[in-house]
């Protein structure tokens, strides 16, 4: 079965014409991050998310976490990188990433489908084996797996093993890892949580005239590289309702 799934996974690249990603050393990278481009995030994680690493990006329906991976999806595309997403159950918006600056002819989008609750179970394992398969074929800058929707009962049924070996199938590569989900669950040593809360401004004193202006992403950063969390709010986008 993995022998098929890693041919299935050369047969993409090559149709995308970056099999090179398979066969060809890529030049070391200058920085031993992935920057997101939000200048004020990546000067709060020091450059950006560690390569090399397990990260997270964590937070409550609603709270951010697939602008904020979108837009490390586009930082990595616009830098000429190749990027991968293992999409667990099909939620993936390409109109979404479009939008969001991702070069969709440097992303792989791996997809899932759509589970009753008797197979979240077989989908999120199909997930991991597929996140398995693309970080040990290297290349990648980003490589990020989906379980936002996942239930926290599943979530919690994976074997703490599991991480361990994505962390060692990655260490020491350019490649930034990042799990996003509901909670922390698994980053590694050198990784970080970036723990997200949408915070929506309202203007107005009458319910006829209060205004939706804004939108900001309030971003915890729990990072081994501080002693304590740092936090900083990003303008995610800007609206009147």
């Excluded at 830098?79 to 969001?100: K, N, Y």
């Amino acid at each position: 079965m993995a022998k098929s799934a890693l041919a299935a996974i050369e047969a993409a690249l090559r149709a995308r014409k970056l099999d090179s990603t398979l066969t060809t050393a890529r030049p070391v990278l200058e920085t031993t991050a992935a920057p997101s481009a939000v200048e004020r995030l990546d000067r709060c994680l020091r450059g950006g998310v560690p390569r090399g690493q397990l990260s997270e990006i964590v937070g409550p329906r609603s709270s951010g976490r697939t602008t904020l991976l979108l837009q490390l999806l586009a930082a990595a595309t616009r830098r000429d990188e190749i990027a991968a997403i293992v999409d667990t159950f099909d939620c993936l918006d390409v109109a979404s990433a479009a939008s969001a600056g991702v070069e969709l002819d440097r992303l792989m989008w791996i997809r899932g489908h759509s589970s009753p609750a008797s197979l979240v179970d077989r989908s999120i394992e199909r997930a991991l084996k597929a996140l398995n398969l693309v970080l040990q074929a290297g290349g990648f800058g980003v490589v990020a797996i989906d379980f936002a929707d996942a239930p926290l009962a599943a979530l919690n049924r994976i074997p703490f093993t599991t991480w361990l070996r994505i962390q060692r199938t990655i260490e020491g590569s350019d490649t930034a890892c990042i799990l996003v989900g509901p909670r922390p669950l698994a980053r590694s040593a050198g990784g970080v949580t970036l723990s997200l809360t949408g915070c929506p401004q309202w203007h107005g004193v009458g319910d006829r005239s209060r205004r939706l202006t804004g939108f900001e992403l309030v971003v915890r950063v729990i990072s081994p590289r501080r002693r304590t969390g740092g936090e900083v709010a990003i303008s995610a986008m800007s609206f009147e309702s």
